[in-house]
């Protein structure tokens, strides 16, 4: 089976955000599900270069288009390697390759008559490269909502399309083709414009030159979305190229809910006037919007540097929550708060932690050796049906360009994982001599459940095989979907590691503290230096000191007088202690461990000459000690009755 996939061709005028990778992810997410399939993919994006605004961005920042675009493009490329995108081309509208099949196709369009020269007069909004007349405007501006601007009144010699030719054929095919538009919402409003009556559309401009030229008559340049929709052929090599004979009709054109329209009018009449097959769906995928409401988009001066998140958390944490959090058809909300959130509770606590405390299970229970299984109990039975049911359901979500549904159902494997650890408690097991066959038949079933979780885990997110391949001995079980439905796959005897976690724990104050520009220092649990921001398990022995080094560190007794939560920091607990004279104030990371009230009274062990750093903008003066591991934290006190400011060395 072949599967084509597209994302929309992105305008280079600035760097690529959230926003815009969400797409992206999604399409390379389907791309590499199918892939494991055994389907033969072809997965398409790129850069759409020839539009107005680009020019106007361009002469603003004092370069000509092309080393502006050049530069820009070079980003898209960049951030699409981070963040693992599995692209098989990139397609750039100002290549030759595709300009001469836009020229080819303007022609054939001309010369059978569906293409006509007039003139057009009327209005245009360039940044969203659309035309639109006097009695759309709203108040005299783009009408479009996510919009609004100011537009630009032009009175040119121009081409048109003669779309309304088509109007009853498309009609008539998106009734029958109810799968053509999806989500079903997009497609009702589109039947609606349609019937509305389509206009005769403008395809050429004069009034710039940055573009591709109308081959008979270059003082006009394509209009941009006609240009830009064509990459979806002209990056097959279209008419005759083999990639085009192989991958067209496209199985999904992915796209955002704005440019639905563009995909569902404009292009398939294109399609039609040059008889071309249409591709099979077109989904129109709702926005990631900001937490106070409005569109992520550059325009609204609401992106966050993708790069700087990539660095901070890894590119699989953030197309994990960027494909859970838009649920289909809807609109999704982006906030660094709730990525974090999602972090630490699906990654590091519920898939993370499973693998580190099973394997260390092994480890400790079967000298780091994959045991032969004995017979299955209800249980095991119960899990092997359930990854064979949560593989069918990703599967289908997938086709129907669902990825959060589909990480959902594989959240529930899971759990379901989790579950049964508590449930076959292996630690009593051990104790027991006579159920030895037991407990390697529940270890086996943990180490055989985390391959399986690594291929259910690939589409979305490329890194989980990388890293849990060296756990399960280096064994390469991961790029064949089927074979999340199968088990006996582990060889025993296999050697097995247990590793660091795959995905560790992050505390978001740390950067928060980073941008404010502070030394990072180690606050108890709380904020730490950027490199350190992550909790490691077994944490390695430090670099040897001399009695003169830890002399240096003063640890004092300090009486917590005050406690109380820091606003919008979950972790963060702002204390006064007393120390001798005097009362001093410690922002420390263990809200997650302690109610503020629980501490009032304690005696604690304060770090006395730490450096102050500020963190969510109160100075510390200190840090206090805490024993700590994952998911438990103990803040250490003195019960004796000893005055504030005594020494502890
Ligand atoms: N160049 C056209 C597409 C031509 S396709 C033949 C274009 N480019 S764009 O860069 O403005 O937008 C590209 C895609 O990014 C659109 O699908 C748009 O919906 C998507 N997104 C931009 N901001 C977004 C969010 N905040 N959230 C999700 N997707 C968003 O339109």
Redesign the pocket.
């Known amino acids: 089976m072949k599967y084509y996939i597209t ?5 280079p005028n600035s760097s690529p ?4 990778a ?2 992206t992810i999604a399409a390379d997410a389907m791309a590499r599900l199918r892939r494991m399939k055994g389907d033969d993919v072809f997965f398409l994006t790129g850069t ?1 270069e020839n ?1 107005q605004k680009i020019v106007r961005t361009a002469e603003s920042a004092g370069l000509d288009p092309h080393t502006y675009v050049d530069g820009i493009v070079e980003r898209f490329k960049e951030l699409w390697k981070l963040l693992q995108i599995s692209n098989d081309d990139f397609i750039r509208t100002t290549e030759e390759r595709h300009a001469k099949v836009v020229q080819q196709i303007f022609t054939k369009l001309y010369e059978q008559g569906d293409i006509y020269k007039s003139e057009y007069e009327g209005w245009y909004c360039t940044p969203c ?1 659309t035309f639109w007349t006097e009695n759309k405007l709203v108040d005299g501006k783009c009408p479009n909502p996510d919009c609004g601007r100011e537009v630009e009144l032009l009175k040119e010699e121009s081409y048109f399309f003669r779309m309304s030719k088509y109007q009853d054929r498309l009609l008539k095919y998106i009734q029958d083709h109810p799968e053509f538009i999806q989500p079903a919402s997009r497609r009702n409003e589109m039947i609606k414009f349609i019937e509305g009556g389509l206009e005769d559309l403008c395809v050429s401009r004069t009034t710039f030159n940055w573009g591709i030229k109308v081959p008979f008559d270059p003082k006009h340049v394509v209009y941009v ?1 006609l240009d ?2 064509i ?2 052929i002209s990056a097959l090599g279209y008419p005759d190229g083999e990639n085009y004979k192989k991958y067209w009709p496209a199985n999904v054109h992915l ?5 639905v329209r ?2 569902t009018v404009i292009w398939p009449i294109v399609l039609m006037a040059l008889d071309i097959p249409l591709p099979e769906k077109v989904f129109g ?5 900001s937490k106070e409401g409005g ?3 550059k325009s609204r001066g609401n992106v966050q540097d993708s790069f700087e998140l990539i660095r901070r958390y890894g590119s699989d944490p953030i197309r994990y929550f960027l494909l859970r959090e ?1 649920q289909a058809g809807m609109d ?1 909300t982006y906030s660094e708060d709730d990525l974090v959130e999602r972090l630490n509770s699906d990654l590091a606590n519920d898939l993370g932690n499973y693998i580190s405390r099973t394997l260390a299970m092994v480890v400790k229970y079967n000298d780091s050796k994959v045991p032969s299984p004995g017979p299955d109990t209800d249980l095991e039975k119960e899990l092997k049906e359930l990854s064979s049911q949560v593989m069918a359901t990703a599967e289908e979500k997938m086709l129907a360009c669902d990825p959060a549904a589909a990480l959902e159902a594989i959240w529930q494997f899971v759990s379901r994982c989790n579950k049964y650890v508590d449930e076959t408690a292996p630690w009593n097991l051990a104790k027991d001599p006579s159920q030895r066959e037991r407990l390697n038949t529940v270890l086996y079933t943990f180490v055989d459940s985390i391959r399986i979780l690594g291929i259910l885990c690939a589409p979305f997110m490329p890194g989980v095989p990388e890293k849990i391949k060296p756990l399960l001995g280096g064994g390469d079980y991961y790029g064949d979907w089927e074979q999340a439905a199968k088990w006996n796959i582990i060889p025993p005897g296999t050697v097995i590691e247990k590793g660091q976690p795959i995905f560790p724990r992050v505390d978001i104050s740390a950067f928060t503290e980073e941008e404010q520009g502070s030394t990072g220092t180690s606050q108890g649990e709380g904020p730490q230096a950027p490199e350190k921001a992550v909790t490691p398990q077994i944490a390695p022995i430090k670099e040897e000191i001399s009695i003169e080094d830890f002399a240096k560190i003063d640890l004092r007794v300090v009486k917590v007088l005050k406690a109380e939560k820091v606003e919008k920091a979950d972790k963060l607990l702002k204390l006064e202690v007393q120390l001798g004279e005097e009362v001093r104030t410690i922002v420390s990371g263990i809200a997650q461990y302690y109610a503020p009230e629980e501490l009032v009274g304690k005696k604690v062990i304060l770090v006395a000459n730490l450096k102050p750093a500020k963190l969510r903008g109160i100075v510390s003066q200190g840090m206090i000690l805490a024993a700590s591991e994952e998911g438990t934290l103990e803040v250490l006190t003195v019960q004796k009755e000893f005055s504030t400011g005594a020494i502890v060395k």
């Open positions: 994302t929309p061709i992105y305008y955000h959230i926003g815009t969400y797409t759409d539009a490269e979305w830009a929709l990459n979806y796209i955002g809910k704005d440019i563009f995909h995928h709702g926005w990631f919007l569109k992520i988009s838009m999704g």
